[in-house]
């Protein structure tokens, strides 16, 4: 069975269907993730001021099972079935029908789909495989930050260190562009950051967006991240004028930049050689 996935349509068609049981668990984390994180900053004030720790139900990534908020019906595993569960139940819950957001199908359908197209691009390889996991983070940290704004450490962080760990190898780029790319990532946010705190009293971005960075730099080298920056930016300024003009949403309105950046990252894995080669004229 290994021996067949040599074949690049093969192997895209395992990861795509791979992929759809990834999204029905990043649904798992985007949702519980924020929350297992406001739990733990909650018991750490408490401790800091000599307080009880707040009495809550423990809470994991894998525990307890998931069910619906409305009335606590459990969800049975022919109620989980990535996508064809939500098109039988007609988007509504089996106890109390209360509706399911259409989100969870569409993150599903969009993992299966990066998977299939990342599985069939890179074949059965270090970098097809690293590819998945890219995608399946970058997907998690996109639904977070669109909820909360936040782009937690528990997935930025081992993004980065494995990006490094993987050119170690040479798998996307060589170990001295990675950790040029990684610091460059983070410097280059942070200098804007603070360029704009200085010019108008204000935060532009959260600290989640510079380490977002710097782990794209780590897994496509420094040479990647012009190409990342302008993508991100280009695709934040057309949604953010958007929502401004048909949605009515203000300036002061914070929008997250974490999904433009992960948008950019996956395009700059898949595309960002021959981009940058094309527009910029870098030797890679």
Same mark, same amino acid.
């Given at each position: 069975?290994?021996?067949?996935?040599?074949?690049?349509?093969?192997?895209?068609?395992?990861?795509? @269907?791979?992929?759809? &049981?990834?999204?029905?668990?990043?649904?798992?984390?985007?949702?519980?993730?924020? *929350?297992?994180?406001? =739990?733990?900053?909650? /018991?750490?004030?408490?401790?800091?001021?000599?307080?009880?720790?707040?009495?809550?139900?423990?809470?994991?990534?894998?525990?307890?099972?998931?069910?619906?908020?409305?009335?606590?019906?459990?969800?049975? /595993?022919?109620?989980?079935?990535?996508?064809?569960?939500?098109?039988?139940?007609?988007? %509504?819950?089996?106890?109390?029908?209360?509706?399911?957001? *259409? =989100?969870?199908?569409?993150?599903?359908?969009?993992?299966?789909?990066?998977?299939?197209?990342?599985?069939?691009? @890179?074949?059965?390889?270090?970098?097809?495989?690293?590819?998945?996991?890219?995608?399946?983070?970058?997907?998690?940290?996109?639904?977070?930050? @669109?909820?909360?704004?936040?782009?937690?450490?528990?997935?930025?962080?081992?993004?980065?260190?494995?990006?490094?760990?993987?050119?170690?190898?040479?798998?996307?780029?060589?170990?001295?562009?990675?950790?040029?790319?990684? &610091?460059?990532?983070?410097?280059?946010?942070?200098?804007?950051?603070?360029?704009?705190?200085?010019?108008?009293?204000?935060?532009?971005?959260?600290?989640?967006?510079?380490?977002?960075?710097?782990?794209?730099?780590?897994?496509?080298?420094?040479?990647?991240?012009?190409? /990342?920056?302008?993508?991100?930016? @280009?695709?934040?300024?057309?949604?953010? *004028?958007?929502?401004?003009?048909?949605?009515?949403?203000? %300036?002061?309105?914070?929008?997250?930049?974490?999904?433009?950046?992960?948008?950019?990252?996956?395009?700059?894995?898949?595309?960002?050689?021959?981009?940058?080669?094309?527009?910029?004229?870098?030797?890679?």
């Amino acid at each position: 069975m290994i021996a067949q996935l040599a074949d690049p349509a093969l192997f895209a068609l395992v990861a795509g @269907f791979f992929g759809l &049981m990834i999204g029905s668990f990043l649904n798992v984390v985007i949702h519980r993730l924020p *929350i297992m994180m406001e =739990r733990d900053w909650a /018991a750490q004030c408490a401790e800091f001021k000599g307080e009880a720790a707040p009495v809550v139900e423990p809470l994991s990534l894998a525990h307890p099972r998931s069910r619906c908020p409305k009335c606590g019906h459990s969800i049975t /595993a022919l109620e989980n079935i990535p996508i064809i569960s939500w098109i039988l139940l007609r988007g %509504r819950c089996k106890g109390c029908s209360a509706p399911i957001s *259409i =989100r969870y199908p569409l993150i599903e359908a969009t993992t299966g789909l990066l998977f299939a197209f990342a599985g069939g691009h @890179f074949g059965f390889t270090a970098a097809g495989l690293g590819a998945l996991l890219f995608v399946a983070a970058l997907i998690a940290l996109t639904g977070i930050d @669109f909820d909360t704004q936040l782009l937690p450490d528990d997935i930025t962080l081992p993004l980065l260190w494995l990006g490094l760990a993987l050119n170690a190898f040479g798998v996307y780029t060589d170990l001295k562009s990675a950790v040029i790319g990684a &610091m460059a990532g983070y410097l280059s946010l942070w200098g804007v950051y603070w360029a704009f705190k200085l010019a108008t009293g204000k935060e532009g971005m959260g600290y989640g967006d510079f380490k977002l960075l710097a782990a794209l730099g780590a897994w496509l080298g420094w040479q990647m991240l012009p190409l /990342a920056i302008l993508l991100s930016s @280009f695709v934040g300024a057309v949604v953010g *004028i958007a929502l401004m003009i048909f949605a009515r949403q203000g %300036r002061n309105v914070p929008i997250p930049f974490g999904p433009y950046l992960a948008a950019a990252g996956i395009i700059s894995l898949v595309w960002g050689k021959p981009l940058t080669r094309a527009y910029l004229g870098i030797s890679l």
